[in-house]
Structures are given as structure tokens and as C-alpha cells.
């Protein structure tokens, strides 16, 4: 696949996600200004889409939208990942008991991907987007899923994270990332503080289930000062719930990113 083709693909996916936020139609000339396109590559591209189904264009008032088709592409994928499991049972019961941010994650290739989320309803609090990856070094819920690695297997992971990330100052060293690991064997659970987010607080749990043999976690994440003071309180919701929650059932994989 050529650097132009890549480049068209993205900016396909880069549309559809820019009427998810804006949630209204759009004309050619305003969704080229709003994402920085050049006009006769967003008339290709805009075309293409209808052809393919994927937006209704309106001549009377020449605005694009998504038709149904968008929403057919994904709205199997729920019932595929979590089917009849007890997964979605765990999140809610540790929401109505904490009211805070809870999420479940696993990994994609070197990322820690949200698969599901639930907002806090706290004032101050910090918004996950379902679907959202970010790589698996970085926060409490990826080191969770690391520790259930072989060692080999787990510095050549933290390797490869290193090189997907640009920026030098947001790589990390090998021997921390073990240090982590072995607080998490030790423990049981995953915790930090001001990560990934300043003044935020993240604590996670393994689920007994997978997703085709890859580790599930359940997480809980705030206000650091509020996760710091119902510490033993939020622990022991997310190990209830993990507890709680049935193995048998195998959920199915996410889609893997290739670098």
C-alpha cells in the first residue's frame, strides 16, 4: 500500500470520527477547514465515501452525513467482545459503588486499549474514551497486564513501546518497568499516581477472563487526593468485582495495530 493510499485511509477514519464529535452535517469546504485538508483532495474523498455508502450528500444543501452503514460496521463488536460475561455486571457494580471513572482494558500489541468505559459523575474527574490506546508502559492497568508476561517476553515489548514513542523524555527504562511489574506480582493489584494524568490516580486489578488468551483488566480511576483517601475502599470494590466475575466465557480479541 502506497504513502497515498495510507494517508486517504486515515483521513476516512479521520472524517467519520469528526462527525462523531460534531454530531451534524457538514459541507466539503468546512470539514476541509476543520481538519486541515486540501479542498480537492477532500472532493475526492468525500465523493468516494458516498459512493461506498459511508455518507448521503444533500445537493439541495450541500452537506455530507453518515448513513446507517457507519453505524453497521461496529455495532456488532460489543456483543463479540463481552457476549453473556459478567464484565459489564463488574464495571457497573464498582461504579454504583465508587462513582468514579471505572474501565476495562487489554492489550493491543504495544498498547493498553480501553475497551470499555464508564465516566465518573464526580465534579473534578477525568475523561477515557472508549477505544482509546495508549502505550501499555504507562500506566498501572498496562503494568498489571504485563505482569502476567515472561520476563523476555516483557522487556522486549517495553523495547518495541520505546521506539513507537517519538518523544525521548516519555521513554522509559527497562529496569523501572520490572520494578513495577514485581510491586504488582507482589501486591496483586496495579496503583500509581499522576499517571498518565497530573493529579490524577489509577488503580487496577487482573479479571479472571481473557480475551482470546489475552488478560482483561478492570480499573478505577479519579481525583488522586479522593483515590488516595478511599484507598482500601475502591481496592476491595474492584477485587469484588473481579471475584465476582465468571471465567468460562472467552471474549474475542481486538484488532491488533501493526507498526
Do not use: C
Not at 472524517?15 to 483532495?41: C, K, N, V, W
Not at 484507598?231 to 480479541?253: C, G, N, V
Request: no cysteine; glycine share 6%; aromatic share 8%.
Amino acid at each position: 500500500m502506497s504513502n497515498a493510499q495510507v494517508k486517504s485511509a486515515m483521513r476516512a477514519f479521520e472524517i467519520l470520527e469528526h462527525f462523531r464529535l460534531s454530531q451534524q452535517p457538514r459541507t466539503m469546504s468546512e470539514l476541509s477547514a476543520d481538519l486541515g485538508y486540501p479542498l480537492s483532495s477532500t472532493t475526492v474523498l468525500l465523493k468516494t465515501m458516498v459512493n461506498l455508502g459511508y455518507l448521503n450528500y444533500d445537493r439541495v444543501r450541500r452537506v455530507y452525513f453518515p448513513t446507517p452503514k457507519v453505524t453497521g460496521l461496529g455495532d456488532w463488536v460489543p456483543r463479540a467482545l463481552f457476549g453473556p460475561s459478567k464484565i459489564i455486571d463488574a464495571m457497573n457494580d464498582v461504579h454504583a459503588q465508587t462513582s468514579e471513572g471505572i474501565f476495562v482494558g487489554t492489550r493491543n500489541d504495544i498498547y493498553l486499549q480501553y475497551l470499555k468505559t464508564k465516566q465518573s459523575i464526580h465534579a473534578l474527574r477525568f475523561y477515557i474514551e472508549e477505544g482509546t490506546v495508549r502505550p501499555i508502559t504507562h500506566s498501572a492497568a498496562g503494568w498489571v497486564l504485563l505482569s502476567t508476561m515472561p520476563d523476555d517476553k516483557v522487556e522486549n515489548m517495553v523495547r518495541r513501546a520505546n521506539i513507537a514513542t517519538p518523544n525521548p523524555a516519555e521513554r522509559v527504562l527497562v529496569s523501572d518497568i520490572f520494578k513495577r511489574i514485581e510491586e504488582v506480582r507482589q501486591r496483586g493489584y496495579g496503583w500509581v499516581e499522576g499517571v498518565p494524568f497530573p493529579g490524577g490516580a489509577t488503580i487496577a486489578v487482573l479479571m479472571p477472563g481473557t480475551i482470546l488468551e489475552s488478560p482483561v483488566i478492570l480499573g478505577l480511576g479519579g481525583a488522586q487526593e479522593r483515590v488516595r483517601k478511599n484507598f482500601d475502599r475502591y481496592l476491595a470494590a474492584l477485587q469484588d468485582a473481579a471475584r465476582a466475575a465468571k471465567s468460562q466465557e472467552q471474549f474475542a480479541t481486538p484488532i491488533h495495530i501493526e507498526l
